[in-house]
């Protein structure tokens, strides 16, 4: 398994601004995922961050919104950038599991509330 | 591309059994995961098949018809600390698509 520290666990931001998202993992991994779930929803993928690379974007989002950084292979960063009320949502960072399984791991989640 | 249906909501009580059923379109499919998450927590891993049939794991087991797009999971013995979200997840390559997340609560 994978241990992935993400912060800050949870924000309060003032729109307009723009919020940088961590995520750290225990072990070296290829991909990392960004995802967000807004109030009672289910995960939607926003991208791919691979190392050495530009993140893939999933239909809907886009890098000026959302850039991400991939610095290394044990590290990731989403800003969420001029924000709205529309995007307080829980963002959340995701790594492949190692097994043939394949199993996702998750961060805890950042709670991002926007007034 | 891939369509996940799940049923929103189911109430079961303790000790019984519950099984969420999953419906799927998909292409490039190559496996069909489930998560449980509680509220304000994220999804955890449950089980992942890629071959058609029943996987069981303690008072958990998921089915897979690829044939049919069609996927449950089973819960047994519920307990009270299985009131929570059931997410099932269509993986395609790497990436994860999920359907919108069954909640189930469990009532003494």
């Known amino acids: 398994s994978a241990v992935i520290s993400q912060k800050p666990s949870r924000d309060i931001c003032q729109r307009g601004t723009s919020l940088t998202i961590q995520c750290q993992v225990d072990?070296?991994?290829?991909?990392m995922f960004w995802y967000r779930q807004q109030p009672g929803q289910s995960l939607t993928l926003i991208a791919t961050a691979n190392q050495g690379s530009e993140a893939t974007y999933e239909s809907g989002f886009v890098i000026d919104k959302f850039p991400i950084s991939r610095p290394n292979l044990t590290f990731s960063t989403l800003t969420v950038s001029n924000m709205s009320p529309e995007d307080s949502s829980i963002y959340l960072c995701?790594?492949?599991?190692?097994?043939?399984?394949?199993?996702?791991?998750f961060g805890q989640g950042t709670r991002l509330t926007v007034v | 591309g891939q369509n996940i249906d799940q049923p929103t909501e189911m109430t079961a009580t303790e000790g019984a059994i519950v099984q969420i059923n999953c419906t799927y379109q998909t292409s490039g499919f190559n496996g069909l995961f489930w998560y449980q998450q509680h509220a304000g927590e994220a999804p955890t891993f449950l089980s992942y098949?890629?071959?058609?049939g029943l996987e069981e794991k303690g008072r958990f087991s998921s089915f897979l018809s690829r044939s049919k797009g069609y996927s449950y999971l089973l819960l047994k013995e519920l307990q009270m600390k299985d009131s929570a979200s059931y997410l099932c997840a269509g993986a395609a390559g790497n990436k994860l698509t999920f359907g919108g997340g069954t909640r189930v609560l469990v009532k003494p």
């Open positions: 072990s070296q991994v290829t991909m």
């Open positions: 995701s790594v492949e599991g190692q097994s043939t399984r394949a199993e996702a791991f």
């Open positions: 098949n890629v071959l058609d």
